[in-house]
């Protein structure tokens, strides 16, 4: 009777040191990814207008540098137009408009930098359900980007085309 009770004894004690540490394991576990998705989500004012990425300060533009912009569109031919066509939906939005709706830093920080945006910038989490498809890296420059930049402003003063 003596060792029936003490084996009782150690296999409670066993279910509750199992039961202890399984807790402790939950608790743990649970706080993790709720702490990431708090500084996910915590994007600065600047981030939230101008994108996440390497361009952080303003970028001040002149009148359209038309022989920049000439470079941009052979860029944006070889490496956006698979993705964005000017005036219609494709596998991405519509381009033309872009400079009228996203600041000069913001399209230059998705250029650069889409894997993040897509992650972090609720605006483009929102395409992305939408488009369901991740825009990705196109492996350009920051002085490529740029060009993009000035072609993208060109072609908002263009007529929409029905192509
Ligand atoms: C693989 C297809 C693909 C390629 C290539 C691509 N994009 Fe995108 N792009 C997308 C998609 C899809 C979105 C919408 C967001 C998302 O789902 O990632 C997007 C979003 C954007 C946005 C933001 C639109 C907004 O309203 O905020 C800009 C700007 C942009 N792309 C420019 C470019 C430029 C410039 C290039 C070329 C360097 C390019 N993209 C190459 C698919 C692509």
């Not at 576990?29 to 989500?41: A, C, F, N, V």
């Not at 994007?43 to 941009?72: M, R």
Request: some cysteine; aromatic content about 4%; charged content about 25%.
């Amino acid at each position: 009777m003596k060792n029936f009770a003490r084996i009782v004894t150690v296999l409670i004690s066993i279910v509750l040191m199992s039961c202890g540490s399984n807790k402790e394991n939950t608790s743990q576990e649970t706080s993790k990814p709720g702490q990431q998705s708090i500084s996910d989500s915590e994007l600065s004012p600047w981030e939230t207008t101008h994108g996440i990425g390497p361009v952080k300060t303003e970028i001040t533009l002149g009148k359209i540098d038309n022989s920049l912009a000439v470079q941009g569109g052979k860029i944006f031919e070889m490496k956006c137009l698979a993705c964005h066509k000017m005036d219609e939906r494709y596998v991405g939005p519509p381009i033309r408009k872009i400079t009228q709706t996203r600041t000069p830093e913001y399209i230059m920080n998705m250029i650069l930098n889409p894997d993040e945006m897509v992650k972090k910038h609720p605006d483009v989490k929102k395409l992305l359900a939408e488009y369901m498809t991740p825009m990705t890296f196109q492996n350009v420059t920051h002085e490529e980007a740029r060009a993009i930049l000035e072609y993208l402003r060109l072609i908002a003063q263009e007529k929409t085309q029905s192509n």
